[in-house]
């Protein structure tokens, strides 16, 4: 099968990466969808990045760039925060390449930043110039524990809990009913219809598009566009699925070749491409259980 080729070369293969996962609990859950412990020693490393809300990530081995949406790119820190993707980017980090990070619920991203989803959309940020700057410090002396060998991948996810938790500051309560909303209108179907969303929210029209852009780093319409792709995508690249699941799933899009074009904008991948065992970091982010607006259960 051909492999898919992004800005300067072929994805890494996916037999050179390694990938832990660390489940969430409690009130941390809330905020985070997952931690994981990315590894791949090749010289070079490709990949590409799904669409979504927002990661805090350590790389206390290998540097390199996201390749932005208009052109040009960002370099990476030792301490990143990821902004929410409208769409999937690239990457590519000179070797060898390990990473430990969070990826961020909706509200994670809002309680931990402050930041306007859709105004910083699409960007790899040195973390300490938008959050706590004692991000940095913590940051840099974990990441060079870890290459010392002094703390562990779940010692950092450990300190990661524990500095998110303790800076997390919730939006007001009115705005956490509608991100509440938010969630169960996205689950409700494959393409919700957005006058749906309106007729729950307790704001005008306007405003809970603005908000739905401030939270989710889209207006309604394209937020249910790509959780269409990205639940789309977490069901075929299951094994085996089942026939009327599969209908479900078509009938959602216009026809084959717009559910390609879909995937391919939100997810960085071909519906071909995503029932191979070509990309377990991809499969894991848009896993449904990651998907975190889509309810909260």
Known sequence: MKREIMPGGELTPPNQIEIDYFETEGDIAKLVTVFYHFRCDDPVVRDIQPAAIGHLS??????????????????????????????????????????????LSPLGWAALTGLHAQGHANRLYKAA??????????????CAAYRDGTASAADMVEALTGFILTRA???????????????????????????????????SRRQTQRLVE????????????????????AALSRPVLSAEEEAV??????????????????????????CD????????????????ELGRG
């Not at 980090?93 to 990070?101: Q, S």
């Not at 909303?181 to 393409?191: F, H, I, R």
């Not at 995937?263 to 991948?269: H, N, P």
């Not at 990309?279 to 259980?289: A, C, G, N, T, V």
């Open 58 to 103: 350590l790389f206390p081995r290998g540097k390199g760039k996201m390749f932005l949406p208009d052109g040009g790119h960002d370099t990476s820190q030792e301490v990143n925060l990821l902004t929410p993707l409208s769409c999937a980017l690239p990457i590519e980090v000179d070797g060898p390449f390990h990473a430990v990070g969070a990826a």
């Open 129 to 142: 110039d938008w959050m706590d700057p004692e991000i940095e410090d913590i940051g840099t002396g974990l």
């Open 169 to 203: 500051k919730l939006p007001r309560p009115r705005h956490l009913q509608l991100m509440a909303s938010v969630g169960d209108w996205l689950a409700g179907q494959m393409l919700p219809a957005v006058e749906d969303l309106y007729a729950a929210s307790t704001f």
């Open 214 to 233: 401030q939270y989710f780093g889209v207006p309604p319409v394209t937020l249910r566009r790509k959780y269409r792709a990205l639940r789309a995508a």
């Open 249 to 274: 799933i078509y009938d959602a899009f216009y026809d084959q070749p717009h559910m390609i074009h879909e995937i391919r904008e939100f997810v960085g991948r071909t519906p071909a491409r995503l």
């Open 277 to 292: 065992d070509g990309s377990p970091y991809l499969k894991e982010l848009i896993d449904k259980k990651n998907l975190r």
